[in-house]
């Protein structure tokens, strides 16, 4: 009868060397940062779109999206054309102030109720994977229960 020996009890193992091993997980840890920072920024855009900015105690009118062209809000508030546009400017925004206009230290010669132009502001907001333009058009005159001031916002979507 014969006896069993200690040689060749099982198949033999191929191991992978334990600096060669570290070597690849590296090298896979490299390339799925390099992907994920190609997807990371268009998928944050996707996911937390970039705004466009409205002054506090504005309230919301009127949303409109169309299916073609630029979305748009109309909002309303109690602060004056000025602040609004000043506001807008200090968003990054480039205003251009209408010539029917008073100077701050005039009496307002204007009827109330009969609305008038009070600037015209264009900015960008920009987020990760995206950017937005937005056009302002602030108009005051409104009477007390319809503003008095109200302003129109359009927004221009991009994505980069």
């Given amino acids: 009868m014969a006896t069993p020996t200690s040689e060749g009890v099982g198949p033999a193992r191929w ?52 299916k073609r062209g630029a979305e748009y809000w109309i909002y309303r508030t109690s602060q004056t054309g000025r602040e609004v546009a000043a506001f807008y400017e200090r968003e990054g925004g480039a205003c251009q102030y209408s010539a029917q206009q008073p100077m701050p230290d005039e009496p307002d010669p204007r009827a109330e109720g009969v609305s008038y132009s009070v600037a015209f502001c264009r900015g960008k907001t920009e987020s990760a994977g995206s950017r937005v333009s937005w056009e302002v058009s602030i108009a005051e005159g409104y009477t007390n229960d319809e503003g008095p001031t109200v302003f129109r916002i359009y927004k221009f979507s991009e994505v980069n």
Avoid: D
């Fill in 15 to 66: 191991r992978v060397p334990t600096g060669l091993a570290l070597a690849l997980m590296a090298l896979v840890l490299v390339v799925a940062a390099l992907i994920l920072a190609r997807v990371a920024g268009p998928l944050y855009g996707l996911l937390f779109p970039a705004q466009v900015p409205v002054p506090e105690r504005a309230e919301e009118i009127e949303h409109v999206k169309p």
